[in-house]
């Protein structure tokens, strides 16, 4: 009910970019709010990027300018357009889907980014 797979992960160098896909079991718009977060080595995971039903987004202030949330309804999927990457954006990704009190989380994608 709640599968969320990830793709898109990958070794690039600092400036370049990345997009994230994840894809659903499922039509995405029974989730109250989907989004990224991401768990840097030694460091607690964060929200990265978030998108309400409604379309609302919020990022977390480290990305905003540089990443953007989307998603196809009719693919079923959400995607993370990341751009300028930084060494600091190295971490595993994960998608993330929220249905009232419950969370559906992804297998997780590792983003490495080369200085």
């Known amino acids: 009910q709640g599968q969320l797979v990830e793709s898109g992960g990958g070794l690039v160098q600092a400036g370049g970019s990345l997009r994230l896909s994840c894809a659903a079991s499922g039509t995405i718009f029974r989730f109250n709010a989907m989004g990224w977060y991401r768990r840097a080595p030694g460091k607690q995971r964060e929200l990265v990027a978030r998108m309400t039903k409604g379309g609302t987004t919020n990022y977390v202030d480290s990305v905003k300018g540089r990443f953007t949330i989307s998603r196809d309804n009719a693919k079923n999927t959400i995607y993370l357009q990341m751009n300028s990457l930084k060494p600091e954006d190295t971490a595993v990704y994960y998608c993330?889907?929220?249905?009232?009190?419950?969370?559906?989380w992804g297998q997780g994608t590792q983003v490495t980014v080369s200085s």
């Open positions: 993330n889907a929220a249905l009232d009190v419950l969370n559906y």
